[in-house]
């Protein structure tokens, strides 16, 4: 079978595509033939060896891929071949709160992810995908889609009426976007390019803010809310963005910190977080069941991914420089043969 790995090295430039022989399934386990797979910035983190010293190589890269089963093996109950499913994010989180063990095995490092023909994973780290999804469509799910309903449904309680600040539009922020509008909830969201910015318009956002144009962008969120901020803000930014975002938030207010774009590292003044008792919510994607809760809700709502570009599996360092450009709107996804 083909995989893209890093062998020896980290570094994009280290990316080769090798030829391995399958692997014999072990009892519990299941393989995947991956229909496609869809990138996200940590991948190109974990590829640029940024990640943390606990991802070694030799690594199969990217923690989001969809599929088909082609094979059980000994004592799998939960699927049959022919199933279409996608792989989980965290391994061994199937439901409830999570802990240091369920968060231990995540795709794409430290575990050998969806960048392959053919994977090989347990029966309760998959899940099966909606009916009316391509394989492309499935691929965006388990890490962009389910952390954004993790932030907004499952931890943030959105109510209809609320209002909620995205940054950007990757593929987080566009499905918090449709996520937020089938909850009623009005949306605000960020972007240096008003190209973008209006795309996002005929997405259903209510309210835009170009902020290379606005630099103090939380200044001008307020008056787009009664003055008094927004209920929750999904925040991406990181070092650069998180003061913002605070100030940009209502008295008793959310910010859910879900990635590091600008950096990890940065001052910030703690005084505002307290005196107006805000509320700061790390988001690490979510569990299985509640990526089975949103596949539902998708279904019913008729919520699909944005995919800017499909690049064949051949192309994989090209999509991997493709993201990291910024230029792309939603998702970028790579399809197998």
Known sequence: ???????????LENLQMIERERQEIKPGEICVKVGASSLNFRD??????????????????????????VEVGP???????GDRVAP?????????????????GALGGPLNGALTEYMFVS??????????????????????ALTAWSAL?????????????????????LFALQIAKAAGAKVIITSSSNEKLERAKQMG??????????????????????????????????????????RAV????????IGVLSGSMGEFPLPLVLVRNVRIQGVTVGSRASFERMARAFEQNDIKPVIDKVFPFEEAPDALGYLKSGKHFGKVVIKND
């Not at 004592?75 to 071949?81: A, I, L, S, W, Y």
């Not at 449904?153 to 922020?173: A, C, D, F, K, Y």
């Not at 144009?213 to 200044?219: F, L, V």
Request: charged content about 25%.
């Open 1 to 11: 079978m083909r995989a893209w790995e890093l062998t020896e090295k980290f570094g």
């Open 44 to 69: 190109l983190v974990v590829i640029q060896g940024a990640y943390g010293a606990h991802i070694k190589t030799p690594l199969i890269p990217f923690s989001d891929g969809a599929g088909e089963v």
């Open 75 to 81: 004592g799998v109950t939960r699927f049959k071949p």
């Open 88 to 104: 989980m994010f965290f391994q061994t989180w199937a439901d409830g709160e999570p802990d240091g063990e369920k968060l231990a």
């Open 123 to 144: 029966e309760q780290g998959i899940a099966k995908i909606p009916d009316s999804y391509s394989y492309e469509e499935a691929a965006c799910l388990p890490c962009a």
């Open 153 to 173: 449904i499952e931890q943030g309680n959105l109510r209809s009426g609320e209002t909620v600040l995205l940054q950007g539009t990757g593929g987080v922020s």
């Open 205 to 246: 956002a209510d309210a835009t803010v170009n902020y290379k144009e606005n630099p103090d962008w939380h200044k001008a969120i307020k008056p787009l809310c009664e003055g008094e901020g927004v209920d929750h803000v999904i925040e991406v930014g990181g070092a650069d963005t998180l003061e913002k975002s605070v």
């Open 250 to 257: 209502r008295t008793g207010g959310t910010v859910s910190l």
